[in-house]
């Protein structure tokens, strides 16, 4: 697209513009960035998005959604999501700043596809600590926005915010934040989201953010800790309404005992390996590998083998069965994210991982 085509179409977005030829230039850039070489010749030119940021605001509705709609097509690519964010459109503020004040007005009518963009922003991994940077002043009434879930008098559902609380989990900061009284625990709040049955973007949100948290064996101790029932969350996605012997069903969480014949799995393949990853990482130490033991994690891990049949679940399922399985004199060590593994062995597990995936 050339370039005074562009210069054209900007002066058919200005607030005074026809609303026929808004519409008419926005529908022509929307086709534009279907391609990552659309997107790439959209965001050279500052002056448009300047302008179809500010469209998102415009009084007219389907003005505002188109305008929506081409952003997040826009942050879909990773060059896109890091060129809008430098941006500065709007006295100086990001489009971050801009966005977050569209999602904390309950009367915004398309707020869904703000959370959306906010989403496809901080998923770029170069984009986050500045992402962070701008939102942290922000992240309580965010959370305080997500788990409410009838905030948006729109109809509106906001469910977007999981991924991005996920994306922004992956620093220090917003980890240590999730885990700190201020003045509470805000991880507590999105406990209950890992088994959101209306909402696998819920689901995956809230499951996506312990799974980042560890990442770091510091945190550890406060996820397994009695307080916070963290386990209750994470197996009860894993279980059918299976038997178990009186001895097992004695070991798992209260609330876990005795589920219904009718009770479900979660649906959905990904949600399920990022719980056994999960697992997976809080096994790093002897003492925290014996409070999986204690609380039946291996009798859940077991059935579900028995009816998984994504293979790479089944896989993941049982790396953590063949830690959980075995004495501690045979795992050989009291902190596994301590082990030094060769890079010759890294790469043949990982062959090996390859080989098995292909096979089933």
């Known amino acids: ?22 519409l008419i230039s926005l529908d022509h850039l929307i086709g534009v960035s279907g391609t990552e ?7 050279a030119n500052e002056n448009i998005l300047k302008s179809v940021i500010d469209c998102t605001n415009d009084k007219l509705d389907n003005v505002s959604k188109k305008a929506l709609l081409l952003l997040i097509n826009i942050t879909a690519y990773s060059e896109g999501s ?3 964010l430098k941006l500065k459109p709007n006295d100086n503020k990001s489009v971050v700043d801009i966005f977050v004040g569209y999602i904390l007005d309950a009367q915004k009518t398309h707020a869904d596809a703000v959370c959306m963009i906010l989403s496809n922003i901080t998923r770029v991994e170069e984009n986050v600590e500045q992402c962070v940077d701008i939102l942290y002043k922000h992240l309580n009434d965010l959370l305080n926005v997500f788990v409410n879930t009838e905030y948006n008098k729109k109809g509106c559902n906001l469910e977007y915010l999981g991924p ?6 992956r620093t220090e900061c917003v980890r240590n934040w999730l885990t700190k009284e201020n003045p509470y625990v805000p991880l507590i709040k999105l406990l209950p989201f890992c088994q959101y049955e209306k909402s696998i973007i819920r689901r995956g949100g809230a499951i996506g953010t312990i799974r980042n948290l560890t990442f770091d064996v510091k945190y550890h101790k406060f996820l397994l800790s009695t307080d916070l029932d963290l386990l209750t969350y994470l197996l009860g996605p894993l279980m059918g309404g299976e038997d178990y012997s009186d001895d097992e069903m004695d070991k798992l969480p209260i609330s876990l005992q005795y589920l219904p014949k009718e009770k479900q799995r979660e649906i959905d393949v990904d ?10 990482k809080l096994c790093s130490k002897r003492e925290y590998r014996e409070i999986l ?3 039946g994690v291996y009798y859940v891990l077991r059935e579900l083998h028995k009816w998984e049949k994504e293979p790479s679940v089944r896989l993941a399922c049982e790396n953590v069965v063949d830690i959980l399985i075995q004495k501690e004199e045979e795992v050989g060590a009291e902190d596994l994210s301590k082990v030094d593994i060769p890079e010759d062995m ?7 991982d390859a080989e098995y995936l292909n096979e089933v």
């Open 1 to 22: 697209m050339e370039k005074d085509t562009l210069s054209e179409l900007q002066q058919f977005l200005k607030p005074e513009s026809r609303i026929d030829l808004k």
């Open 37 to 43: 070489d659309g997107v790439n010749i959209l965001v």
């Open 82 to 84: 890091i060129q809008l």
């Open 164 to 169: 991005m609380f996920s994306n922004l989990s």
């Open 271 to 280: 949600i399920r390996k990022m719980i056994l990853e999960t697992f997976n």
């Open 293 to 295: 033991r204690e609380n």
């Open 346 to 352: 890294v790469e043949k597990f990982e062959k090996m």
